[in-house]
């Protein structure tokens, strides 16, 4: 049984970093992309950041320049860092592995929350 689990969490003040980690385990197929979602109160979830296979990286526009994905490949574990926080930036955060059987998973969420 496939599990993810995320750690990193937490309160922080704006202009504040912190990073967030995901492990996977219990999959015998190698991993595609690995990215983090997030969704805030009464909004829908939305894409973060990604990173293929041979690590390249996509962000939201709205972390660009601020946020950092990377990935471990012999970990199964994929990295957010997450520096300038802003209160916007407030939301619980998940995870997601996409695997090479066609199978994704999702993280159980990590929440964030940026005081102003």
């Known amino acids: 049984q496939v599990q993810l689990v995320e750690s990193g969490g937490g309160l922080v003040q704006a202009g504040g970093s912190l990073r967030l980690s995901c492990a996977a385990s219990g999959s015998i197929f190698s991993s595609n992309a690995m990215g983090w979602y997030r969704q805030a109160p009464r909004k829908q979830r939305e894409l973060v950041a990604s990173?293929?296979?041979?690590?390249?990286?996509n962000y939201a526009d709205s972390v660009k320049g601020r946020f950092t994905i990377s990935r471990a490949n012999t970990k199964n574990t994929v990295y957010l860092q997450m520096n300038s926080l802003k209160p916007e930036d407030t939301a619980v955060y998940y995870c997601?592995?996409?695997?090479?059987?066609?199978?994704?998973?999702w993280g159980q969420g990590t929440q964030v929350t940026v005081s102003s």
């Open positions: 990173i293929t296979s041979g690590g390249r990286p």
């Open positions: 997601h592995i996409d695997y090479s059987d066609g199978m994704a998973y």
